[in-house]
């Protein structure tokens, strides 16, 4: 029924080899000559646990600026979303859906992949991704051991496999290996950490696994998309650039990005109509075989 795990963040291994080299050139994502996600497609939310209206409103903001531009000046989140548009061509869509606010812990404070799962099955949605958040005070199966955050598929009976991601709020668990660079991080070379730019290192930290999960999930939605490695444990269009978020990057430094001259904070992209910034990771652009970056 799970189709596959997938790790958010290599960031740790990456930190531990002081030789890698971030956003190398010629970085080949194979095509594995299955579907891709284009067209329409709708991302529902299931908020799992205690989250704050303006803790939601920063991801929301997010998902609505992916496929719009309204109001957002350049680099905007929808810049970003583009590059997935290289993938063999055809654009995708993104539209929010349904939100299910599921405050009552009804499976607990510790989740396995199984209740992940069954979890993001309580939307019933063709053309759908169904994204669970789960709160800083919830545990889930190899959260911060291996991964912050992991996205797969179902198949409903006769119906078509549904995409489903997960991603966990690590602010109280492990926010150096699942919010850097708003985080000292837990591994490697130490460097100041970012401003987060909505204030909320847990929740901007969700937008970069976020944003990594959908971009691996459009364009590798049921392992034979792009990507590279084993299939178990996939480098997708933005995993395979981690640890890259402005020009210039290496271990340990993130790259050169914006920073907002009131508060600070670090951003890259904006946000469509809610004058929110972002800090968007590099993704991989299918043109130049290279990790593209907002700035
Ligand atoms: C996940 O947890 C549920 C509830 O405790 C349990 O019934 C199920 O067997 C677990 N699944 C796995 C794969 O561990």
């Keep these: ?10 960031l740790l291994l990456l930190l531990l080899n002081p030789h890698t080299t971030l956003g190398a050139q010629n970085l080949m994502l194979p095509y594995h000559n ?13 908020w799992y646990g205690s989250f704050t209206p ?3 409103s920063i991801i929301l903001d997010f998902i609505n600026s992916l496929s719009s531009t309204a109001g957002a000046p350049l680099p905007s989140v929808a810049s970003w979303w583009k590059t997935t548009d290289k993938y063999r061509g055809g654009s ?7 939100q299910i606010l599921e405050q009552t812990y009804s499976l607990g404070n510790y989740l396995n992949g199984t ?27 190899g959260f911060c ?27 109280a668990q492990c926010p150096g290996q699942c919010a850097w660079p708003f985080h000292q991080p837990a ?30 999930t459009v364009t590798n939605p049921f392992n034979e998309g792009f990507y590279q490695g084993p299939p178990t444990a996939p480098l ?19 790259g050169r990005v914006l920073v907002d001259k009131t508060t600070g904070a670090s951003y890259n992209s904006y946000g469509a109509g809610n004058g929110r910034k972002y800090l968007l990771p590099a993704m991989w652009d299918p043109q130049t075989s290279a990790c593209k970056t907002q700035v």
Excluded at 1 to 10: C, D, Q
Excluded at 124 to 139: K, P
Excluded at 236 to 254: H, K, L, N, Q, R
């Design 1 to 10: 029924m799970v189709s596959h795990y997938y790790l958010a963040s290599l």
């Design 34 to 46: 299955g579907a891709l996600l284009k067209g329409t497609i709708t991302v529902n939310l299931l």
């Design 54 to 56: 303006i803790q939601r």
């Design 92 to 98: 995708t869509t993104i539209v929010l859906g349904k």
């Design 115 to 141: 209740q992940l799962v069954s979890l993001s099955s309580r939307f019933d949605h063709l053309n759908a991704i169904n994204v669970v958040l789960t709160s800083s005070d919830v545990g889930v199966d």
């Design 145 to 171: 051991r291996s991964r912050c955050g992991t996205h797969g598929s179902i198949t409903n009976g006769q119906k078509a496999r549904i995409p489903y991601v997960w991603v966990g709020n690590s602010e």
């Design 187 to 216: 591994y490697g070379p130490q460097a100041p950490p970012l401003i987060a730019p909505n204030g909320d290192v847990g929740l901007d930290g969700m937008v970069i696994n976020v944003a990594t999960l959908l971009a691996g």
């Design 236 to 254: 997708e269009a933005v995993s395979a650039c981690t640890g890259i978020f402005g020009s210039g990057a290496y271990p340990g430094y993130p």
